[in-house]
């Protein structure tokens, strides 16, 4: 498990960003808590824990566009959800690896779990883009319409990311 949480910490959010570290630092150490008890919690109190740390970054990144006579649209939002993108892939690559792992020792005889994870994804990228589509065409098209999206983007992201991120957690504890 050690080595599952060196990877999260080592993240490649190193991006020009409109979030700075101290930006950044309350979402990383609410995620970090959530790892630790992702692995010991059901998929649904995951998933509801995980929603607290959504945002975090989003606020300090508005105030100080406002500081610099900004009106903050959909940039903070867009920002903070490229710090969750990062983490899902990350978390995407270690289940990528577990299953392949799984499929070469034969622990699912009925199914491949690296056909079934890609499916999952596959699905769960549409569902998102399809979704954050929707939310954008809800403002008629307006200069709201990206904040929507941007904001579904954050959210939708962050919960696959805590919801891959907890199986990983709970692989490696049974390793």
């Known amino acids: 498990m050690a080595g599952i949480l060196l990877i999260w910490a080592t ?13 950044l630092a309350p979402l990383e150490a609410c995620f970090e808590k ?88 596959r699905a769960w990228i549409g569902y998102r883009d399809a979704t954050c589509h929707f939310s954008y065409l809800q403002f008629g098209g307006g200069t709201l319409g990206p904040t929507g999206e941007a904001e579904c983007l954050l959210l939708l992201t962050a919960r696959q990311t805590i919801f891959l991120t907890s199986y990983t957690l709970r692989w490696a504890e049974r390793n």
């Open 34 to 121: 959530q790892l630790k008890e992702a692995a010991t919690n059901n998929e649904p109190v995951v998933d509801q824990a995980g929603l607290e740390c959504v945002g975090l970054a989003v606020v300090p990144c508005k105030i100080k566009l406002f500081a610099t006579g900004s009106i903050p649209k959909s940039e903070c939002p867009n920002a903070e959800y490229e710090w969750w993108d990062v983490k899902l892939n990350q978390a995407y690559k270690v289940m990528m690896k577990e299953a392949k792992r799984a499929d070469a020792l034969g622990k699912n005889l009925s199914f491949s779990e690296v056909d079934s994870l890609l499916k999952m994804q």
């Open 11 to 23: 993240s490649g959010f190193a991006q020009e960003s409109l979030l700075t570290g101290s930006d």
